[in-house]
């Protein structure tokens, strides 16, 4: 009996402490969500401001993105090399001198090479937070803990919302031109500086110490996430992991890994083409189009941000429970059908109802559930542990290469093609995350990250 008490009590101690670092991790979500959504709200503004043509919109809103690319492409060396939490002290640093930048400018040139600098924090962030909890998380509980990055990320999207509303509402027109949207990108600065502080808090990830062959040091780490048996186990397991291992890239193209490569790499762009982000950045430009003014497309757009917010809720809840690739299914499916709807909806002149807006958020819904959680989750989950780091930093260059193309594409595609064609095209690519799921993708529900990576070389 009293082994038993003991035991729940480690449990609950290993779970207290997990989830507390998992939830410093998840802030850089926080600002990854601020960072690519913030542009929503400011985009109107900056275009009267600095006369942007709908190629420089595109520009202003993708620049950010340039820096992400880079971000992702570098993280992987940098926190191999370094560790994960000296790279991500790093990334906050970058991301505040992005947001402060970004506010400051009189030149649009001066706005983007702000934006940049803020992207490249994003997107080490975005490759590291993830990987980073993955690697302290235990197995059964891997998912939700990943996922609470993209609950983090919504939960950025969601606020900015109300701030960009709440600004844009201070002043007068004239106000919101010369000053409103600076105030937007400037208070990004805030969320970067608690994410600073806290990350002198955590520890280094445990499989990067012992990568580094600094065991002793990963030990006490594990001791706290999995009691004294199983941390113990779990250091022998990660050792013979790496002795299996090159460490070279190349490894992700041999026969064995060359699936998990696909995967990860396939799901992260797909996350993108199926216009997740179209809509994130211009929705107040969309509900326009439906013939909304200004202040009704803001509103209808924080509807936006609060059906992504409590829709991760839920999939925090389902991810270890049902599992990565039943949410996957039923999210890509349902946004097929909605995407058809809205491009019907468009095509149709059927727009000044409530009809495209409930599709949307019934669209918003069905990514929130499955394709915006769960493909970070897989990501930083499907790649052998020496590899791990670079590899999860090819997926998520991937991902944001596929977001530039979609972010800078979409404002000259919706007004040559039409946005029934644009949103046809999205629902086609919805309905191919659906066969590639069900044809490649595999369940890693429950398994630790070394009995993943033994399932590739199975297969």
Same mark, same amino acid.
């Given at each position: 009996m009293s082994s038993n008490i003991n035991n729940q009590g480690q449990q609950q101690v290993s779970m207290k402490f997990v989830t507390l670092v998992s939830m /410093?991790?998840?802030?850089?979500?926080? *600002?990854?969500?601020?960072d690519t959504a913030v542009v929503s709200g400011a985009i109107g503004f900056m275009k009267e401001r600095f006369t942007l043509n709908e190629v420089e919109v595109g520009w202003a809103v993708s620049s950010l993105i340039i820096g992400c690319i /880079?971000?992702?492409?570098? $993280?992987?060396?940098?926190?191999?090399?370094?560790?994960?939490? &000296?790279?991500?002290?790093?990334?906050?640093?970058l991301f505040i001198i992005g947001s402060i930048g970004s506010a400051i400018p009189d030149t649009f040139t001066g706005y983007i090479i702000a934006r940049i600098i803020g992207g490249l924090g994003i997107g080490i962030t975005s490759t590291l937070c993830p990987l980073y909890n993955a690697e302290i998380a235990p197995a059964q509980y891997r998912g939700r803990l990943v996922a609470?990055?993209?609950?983090? @990320?919504? @939960?950025?999207i969601f606020l900015v919302y109300f701030i960009n509303l709440g600004i844009a509402g201070y002043g007068d027109d004239a106000w919101d031109i010369s000053t409103a949207w600076r105030w937007m990108f400037g208070f990004?600065?805030?969320?970067?500086?608690?994410?600073?502080?806290?990350?002198?808090?955590?520890?280094?990830?445990?499989?990067? *110490? =012992? &990568?580094?062959?600094?065991?002793v040091e990963a030990l006490p780490i594990l001791l706290k996430i999995h009691g004294e048996d199983l941390a113990k186990k779990e250091v022998l397991d990660i050792k013979a992991s790496f002795k299996q291992e090159s460490g070279s890239i190349r490894q992700l193209f041999s026969p064995a890994l060359r699936l998990a490569l696909i995967v990860g790499v396939g799901l992260a762009v797909l996350q993108q083409v199926t216009g997740?982000?179209? =809509?994130?950045?211009?929705?107040?430009e969309i509900f326009k189009e439906t013939g909304s003014g200004t202040n009704a497309s803001l509103m209808q757009t924080i509807?936006?941000?609060? =059906?992504?917010?409590?829709?991760t809720i839920l999939a925090v809840w389902l991810i270890d429970k049902v599992g990565r690739?039943?949410?996957?299914?039923?999210?890509?499916? $349902?946004? @097929?059908?909605?995407? /058809?709807?809205?491009?019907?909806?468009?095509?149709?002149?059927? @727009? $000044?109802?409530?009809?495209?807006?409930?599709?949307i958020l019934l669209y918003v819904a069905a990514f929130a559930v499955s394709l915006g959680p769960v493909v970070w989750v897989v990501m930083s989950e499907i790649f052998p542990n020496r590899i791990r780091g670079k590899a999860t930093a090819i997926a998520s260059m991937a991902l944001w290469a596929a977001d530039y193309i979609v972010s800078q594409t979409f404002p000259p595609m919706l007004s040559s093609a039409g946005p029934a064609i644009t949103f046809w095209l999205f629902g086609f690519m919805s309905l191919f995350t659906f066969f590639f799921t069900w044809r490649v993708v595999p369940e890693t529900k429950g398994k630790s990250l070394e009995e993943i990576e033994s399932l590739w070389s199975r297969n």
């Open positions: /410093v991790a998840a802030l850089g979500g926080l *600002l990854f969500g601020f /880079v971000g992702a492409a570098g $993280s992987g060396v940098l926190g191999d090399r370094f560790g994960r939490k &000296k790279v991500l002290i790093m990334a906050a640093l609470l990055n993209q609950f983090a @990320t919504v @939960t950025g990004g600065a805030l969320p970067g500086l608690l994410f600073l502080v806290l990350l002198f808090f955590v520890p280094e990830s445990p499989r990067w *110490l =012992i &990568k580094q062959g600094r065991a997740i982000n179209a =809509i994130m950045y211009y929705a107040p509807l936006v941000g609060l =059906i992504n917010f409590l829709f690739k039943a949410l996957l299914l039923v999210g890509s499916a $349902s946004m @097929t059908v909605c995407l /058809v709807v809205i491009g019907a909806a468009f095509q149709t002149g059927h @727009t $000044s109802g409530p009809l495209v807006l409930i599709f």
